[in-house]
DNA sequence: TCGATGGGGAGAGCGGTGCTCTCGCTTTGA
DNA sequence: TCAAAGCGAGAGCACCGCTCTCCCCATCGA
């Protein structure tokens, strides 16, 4: 209850509008998102709208920071109730919410994770910092498990330069201990997991190739928790 | 030079009309597809365009079948050029293809692996079996070098019946020998091998994250072939 | 308390879209 | 030769994003 009157008048105004473009948009998807047909279920002519939003694009923009944000606390309760100690555990934990998420929201995974809709280009300094939430709470949990002893050395294989300097700085960046292998393997494991994800999103496994495809994805990430060496 | 001129002429059309819609799909993206736009670059109103194409859908699945067949050209193409007898390096240049064809086609990558566009659903009839050549060449790779004995038994995970059940149908439909691990974490690879592609055509790792994105997409193949227990 | 300011909704309008229909012209094939 | 079929043009419908103007009225300063 803070502002004047008119001010949060135009707060609910906008929420009311994020809400019916986020129903538009698991109903229709991102690219059929249509500013008229938002200002119709708002019960006001489509130019009104315009007092809200600049345009088609900040809205979808007000609804990738709405994803992104689902999707952090998604993940990020599903790791509450995890022990903190097994990275395994949490690994699986992670990925499992990720699935859960898309699965339930797939026109919204695909607007985060999908192809990019045409003539959009999500603003960095809006979409990044919700947008980098998953895979660093990923890379968070290798990272825990590494100093705890909890990653045995996976099998060497070769790494470029080019890769170990990009290794060294975000390894800076966000403070961690992983030495260059297992912190491309994590990378490997943070496209694998969408990968896997997305092909069950977007119906590239077929309609009936697998019966029980969340065995299968779980059966992906305790692969996936080998490939980064984990241990229980 | 068959059928009579009309017939000739027909085809001619259908063909272009083809044409500018991969050109005017490189251009705007799959959603941004327009009948208008492909008839006026066609020199011919719009309506005209709706005696060779029943609809924008039909136009589309046109596409995705000649998406579909070039990036299997690709990958096979690559194949050829490779030792018969060496499955890592096979299992190198599938990926390479892919990711080659993406990178260089990314509005086509996003139709065909990207989301769906709104109100679009392909036809399984006309598009699974040109949609299907790349992972049909990917575990035949596999399997041929599971046959010549190139595959060491991966560490076992628990596999549950459900995935069982559909590993031994489509060891049956494919005329493979894989045992059920294998095949399974075959499947992972899949995903992972686009989920990376994905990664990248898509921008999800950012615009300087990574200074060499191919020695990195390298790095994640040879993992990946170790993942599936392929030796050289 | 009065009046200027400015927020916000309504409506018209522009150029774009997919798609349908009708109207003629031309090619085809019996 | 002549009916049938193919095909392009054009008008039209309902939708889209977005802009502009008009006008009401809540807000705020004098």
Redo the contacts between chains.
């Keep these: 209850m803070t502002g004047t009157p008119r001010q949060r008048a135009r707060e609910q105004t906008l929420a009311d509008i994020t809400r019916i473009g986020r129903d538009h948009l698991a109903r229709?998807?991102?690219?059929?998102l249509s500013l008229r047909a938002v200002a119709r279920d708002l019960g006001v002519v489509s130019s009104a709208v315009y007092r809200y939003v600049a345009s088609r694009d900040e809205l979808l923009t007000l609804l990738v920071v709405t994803c992104y944000t689902e999707l952090g606390d998604a993940v990020d309760a599903a790791l509450a109730d995890t022990d903190p100690d097994d990275p395994v555990a949490r690994l699986r934990a992670l990925g499992h919410a990720v699935r859960d998420w898309a699965l339930a929201e797939p026109?919204s995974y695909?607007?985060l994770?999908?192809?990019?809709?045409?003539?959009y280009r999500a603003p960095?300094e809006r979409t990044?910092g919700p947008g980098t939430r998953v895979v660093t709470a990923l890379v968070r949990i290798i990272d825990e498990a590494h100093r705890s002893g909890k990653i045995v050395a996976?099998?060497q294989?070769?790494?470029?330069d080019?890769?170990r300097?990009?290794a060294r700085r975000?390894r800076e960046e966000l403070d961690l201990t992983l030495p260059d292998g297992v912190l491309?393997?994590g990378?490997?494991v943070?496209?694998?997991?969408?990968?896997?994800v997305?092909?069950e999103v977007?119906?590239?496994y077929?309609?009936d190739?697998?019966?029980?495809p969340r065995?299968?994805f779980?059966?992906?990430l305790?692969?996936?928790a080998?490939?980064v060496g984990l241990v229980g």
């Design positions: 229709d998807g991102a690219a059929a026109a695909a607007l994770f999908g192809s990019p809709v045409p003539g960095a990044t996976p099998q294989v070769p790494i470029s080019a890769v300097a990009d975000i491309a393997r990378v490997l943070w496209s694998a997991l969408f990968g896997a997305g092909f977007f119906g590239q077929g309609v190739t697998f019966a029980d065995a299968l779980d059966h992906h305790t692969v996936l080998q490939t």
